[in-house]
């Protein structure tokens, strides 16, 4: 396997930033009451800022794969195209339910035919698509690759797509596990190229290992859409009810996400990073950068104190995030990270990044380690 490197990156954020009073505009009023726990939650979250796709009335000429494609156009204004020949895509849901996401993008993207994967899970789709496209470059398969992640997940939060179902409450709330969701979620893409060869200029990352694990065999489902879940709990996809309209009705288009079942999560993820710890591939002393995925500011400090009692802490300062007035952008939020610690002008040559993802799904972690190599000037 031969060294492969991220060159160029970019990123695609619609419209411009949507602060906390203006979220309600964009997503549409349930109730007073729905207000007050969305203002609870951003309380707990801490995000600022996001960008949406859709205008206060609900329209958009925006789609995930035009985001997408927007980004990896963004990343051939710096190279050459023809020596692009591999595109994988991550997201949590794709425009249509067939073709995949990846067909989508290539058609966005001005790219010649091309070999592509379409990558679909939540956030560590990312790094799905990431290790995809590192390998088919490492194996000599190609002299360069494309990998985006993008979301379009306020499409999901209008009114309309609770209003009439069952899980719509009196009071105009929904369950707490779509409420966080809708009040945490944002818009947009990020890309980068990976290439068998450092950039001629500039910086480049030295992709030196991916890592990701499912523990789906010790987990339930934990973030949802298309399923109905029963009174025992199991969950019956979409396609299997009356039809469309009576899932519609149990609320089985809506995104949910047991917060519960994320706590318990934690440790799991913790270790995996003591894993791979004890493997070498991690030093925790060693990491100038550290690019963790959370959802919220209470996940990440949950997440401290686990590592602060396991003696593998990263100080904080060395964290590296942009979910604050960003958002999170789920499988595009790794590659929103990279793309701006790049244009920060804070990396040196030398310096060794640690991205870590962790996914609510079913239970994945996901984790790389970069090498900051090249000319800074």
Not at 54 to 66: E, N, Q, Y
Not at 98 to 116: F, K, M
Not at 255 to 272: F, K, N, S, T
Request: glycine content about 10%; charged content about 20%; hydrophobic content about 45%.
């Amino acid at each position: 396997m031969q060294p492969v490197y991220v060159t160029a990156t970019a990123q695609c954020l619609p419209g411009a930033p949507v602060g906390n009073e203006a979220m309600v505009e964009y997503i549409g009023r349930l109730s007073p009451e729905a207000e007050r726990l969305g203002r609870l939650t951003l309380r707990q979250n801490r995000i600022r800022g996001r960008h949406y796709a859709i205008r206060p009335d609900g329209s958009s000429d925006w789609t995930v794969a035009k985001l997408a494609g927007r980004a990896v156009r963004g990343v051939l204004a710096q190279t050459d195209p023809q020596r692009v020949g591999f595109l994988a895509t991550a997201t949590t849901q794709n425009d249509l339910l067939v073709p995949g996401l990846a067909s989508g993008v290539h058609a966005e993207s001005g790219l010649p035919p091309i070999e592509v994967a379409s990558l679909q899970s939540v956030c560590a789709s990312s790094m799905m698509a990431f290790k995809t496209a590192a390998l088919q470059v490492a194996a000599g398969e190609h002299r360069a690759a494309i990998v985006a992640g993008a979301e379009f997940s306020s499409r999901y939060f209008r009114p309309g797509h609770y209003i009439g179902t069952d899980t719509m409450r009196a009071d105009g709330t929904l369950p707490g596990d779509a409420e966080f969701l809708r009040w945490t979620l944002s818009d947009g893409a990020a890309a980068l190229l990976i290439e068998d060869r450092p950039a001629e200029r500039g910086l480049s990352l030295r992709v030196d290992w991916i890592s990701l694990r499912s523990f789906a065999d010790r987990f339930a489902p934990c973030m949802t859409g298309g399923a109905v879940r029963g009174a025992d709990g199991d969950l019956t996809p979409w396609s299997l009810t009356g039809g469309a309209p009576e899932a519609a009705r149990a609320g089985a288009f809506q995104l949910r996400q047991d917060i519960d079942a994320l706590y318990r999560m934690l440790p799991v993820w913790m270790g995996e990073f003591m894993r791979l710890v004890d493997d070498g591939k991690i030093d925790p002393d060693a990491v100038d950068w550290f690019l963790c995925h959370f959802s919220a500011h209470s996940l990440r400090e949950e997440m401290v104190k686990l590592a602060t009692r396991a003696g593998c802490m990263i100080p904080e300062e060395r964290w590296f995030t942009n979910i604050y007035d960003k958002g999170n952008v789920g499988a595009a939020a790794i590659f929103l990270m990279i793309d701006d610690l790049m244009c920060s002008g804070r990396l040196r040559p030398g310096q060794r990044i640690l991205c870590a993802v962790p996914e609510s799904g079913q239970c994945i972690m996901a984790y790389a380690g970069l090498t900051v190599v090249g000319d800074e000037k």
